[in-house]
């Protein structure tokens, strides 16, 4: 079976620029969850979707925001892009909400590099 | 707030001996905790989640300990081998239904044939 997929790997763009990543989950997953890390750190929480409704938000700037499709797959906007933003987005799948949002499952990520 | 603290030091050594992570968290009582795997640009690997009425779990040669009172995690990898060479990172449920998920900062691994 086929894991999470992410694209696109690699993007480079420009600050105040626009981007979109996408995400599909797992084969029978419902929801998707956005995170951000940066070098050295640990993935940082943006979004939860489920049945296109956002099930939770992050303390991050209205600039991201996020949807998710019939399909169950998703995008992540960033507006007016930063240098800070630069880092790697990773898209995390997992069967529900509750107890079926324990056991996630990430993506490879898309690395941001913005210039 | 909630935080999290792993050993932001890496852990070097040898092959065949146990390693043991350690990861602490204050202001906050998790329903549960996860251990994660992640290597060089790559994306997190789920390895193992325990509740919080669960001591101890296993798979493998993989072992969690979880320290309600004392809130503290331990993950253990016994008879290690050079490829278990990563960075490992401890997480907590954010808050109850959103599967949000707090990580600590993670500790690399560094095992030595």
């Known amino acids: 079976d086929a894991g999470v997929t992410q694209s696109p790997t690699h993007l480079i763009k420009t600050r105040g620029q626009h981007v979109t990543l996408r995400c599909s989950p797992i084969?029978?997953?419902?929801?998707v969850s956005w995170y951000q890390q940066v070098l050295g750190q640990g993935p940082q929480f943006i979004f939860q979707?489920?049945?296109?409704?956002?099930?939770g938000r992050g303390n991050f700037p209205d600039r991201f925001s996020a949807r998710q499709f019939p399909n169950y797959s998703s995008e992540l906007n960033v507006n007016a892009l930063l240098l800070g933003d630069s880092a790697l987005y990773l898209c995390?799948?997992?069967?529900?909400?509750?107890?079926?949002?324990?056991?996630?499952?990430f993506g490879p990520g898309t690395r941001l590099t913005v210039t | 707030s909630q935080k999290i603290e792993q050993n932001s030091e890496a852990l070097n050594i040898q092959e065949g001996k146990t390693a043991t992570l350690t990861c602490n968290y204050t202001?906050?009582?998790?329903?549960?905790l996860q251990w994660y795997r992640q290597d060089p640009g790559r994306g997190p690997v789920f390895l193992l989640l325990?509740?919080?009425?669960?001591k101890e779990k296993r798979k493998e040669r993989l072992k969690v300990t979880f320290d309600t009172t004392l809130k503290q995690s331990l993950f253990h990898i016994t008879a290690s081998q050079p490829a278990d060479s990563a960075t490992y990172l401890c997480?907590?449920?954010?808050?109850?239904?959103?599967?949000?998920?707090?990580f600590g900062q993670g500790t690399t691994l560094q095992v030595k044939p």
């Open positions: 325990i509740r919080e009425n669960e």
């Open positions: 995390a799948s997992s069967l529900g909400i509750g107890s079926l949002s324990y056991e996630q499952y």
């Open positions: 997480a907590l449920e954010g808050s109850s239904n959103t599967g949000k998920l707090i």
């Open positions: 979707y489920y049945e296109k409704e956002e099930r």
């Open positions: 202001n906050y009582s998790p329903a549960y």
């Open positions: 084969s029978g997953h419902k929801s």
